[in-house]
Structure formats: structure tokens, C-alpha cells
């Protein structure tokens, strides 16, 4: 059985249903670094501005897991093991099976993780100023309009 990459770092992710990469506006102060993960800060940014997002990345830890039943939309079948990478949104994870990635719906399989409780995800996105700077911030609730069904 392959295994994804660990950490796992799923770029262009957006990690719920009807999450957008579009003008966000700060709820909070928040501090741009020159990459995910990074230190170096780039840029500070005060609540109340619009800044742009660009894209993200979903950096997870998998977590092994043996399917209680088949997954529908994915070659997945009861008995398989297979990774949860993140939660995708409306009951859907994004997982790993056999070197390929999936959306399935975890939430009403009773599937059962091996090993510690995931904290969740970090996700990064990448954020342009009105002023042009450019960086990284670890998104925690301290942006509005990332929803495009709200």
C-alpha cells in the first residue's frame, strides 16, 4: 500500500464547501510571512481592510483508516485501508488511497482512524495587500467573504 507524503500539503486548497479565493476583508489584525510555515513577517495588515487571496495550502498529517464500508465516487471498498487527509466540507474528507486523492463522505461510515486524534488541518493562504506586498498568513477565523454561498 503507498503512503501519502507526510506532511501532507495540498496546494490551491480551500477546506470547505463553497470556500473562495477572492477579496477578503480582516476581521482581525494579521501578520503576513514570506511562506507557510514561515517566520520572516512581510507584512501587517489591520482589521478592517481588504486584502486579496490568492490561493492556499491544506497541510495535514494523514491518519490511516480502514473503510467499514465502500466509498461511493472512489474505488475505496469495506476492508481497504486508505488516509484521511482533511476535511473537504459538508461531511466530505479528502483522502488518500493508493497514490491517488479522493472526496468521501466519512461522517455517516462510522470509519474508525488508527492512531492519535488529528487536531485538524493548518491552512495557509496567500494573501496581496492593496499596497502589493505579498505573503502568507495561517487562516484562524480572521477574514469574512471566503464564502461563496453566504
Sequence with gaps: MTQPPNPYVDKGACPFECCTYRDWKTTKPITLVNRPNGHRSVA?????????????????????????TSYADSPIKKGDAFYVLHYAGEGFSHVW?????????????????????????????????????????????????QDACA
Aim: aromatic share 8%; hydrophobic share 40%.
Design 44 to 68: 501587517r495588515v489591520a482589521a478592517g481592510n481588504t486584502v486579496h487571496a490568492i490561493t492556499g495550502e491544506v497541510i495535514s498529517t494523514p491518519l490511516r483508516v480502514v473503510a467499514p
Design 97 to 145: 488511497f493508493e497514490g491517488k486523492s479522493y472526496d468521501v463522505e466519512l461522517d455517516q461510515s462510522g470509519a474508525t482512524v488508527e492512531g492519535p486524534p488529528q487536531d485538524g488541518a493548518a491552512w495557509w493562504a496567500q494573501i496581496r495587500t492593496r499596497n502589493g506586498k505579498s505573503g502568507w498568513v495561517l487562516v484562524k477565523d480572521q477574514f469574512e467573504n
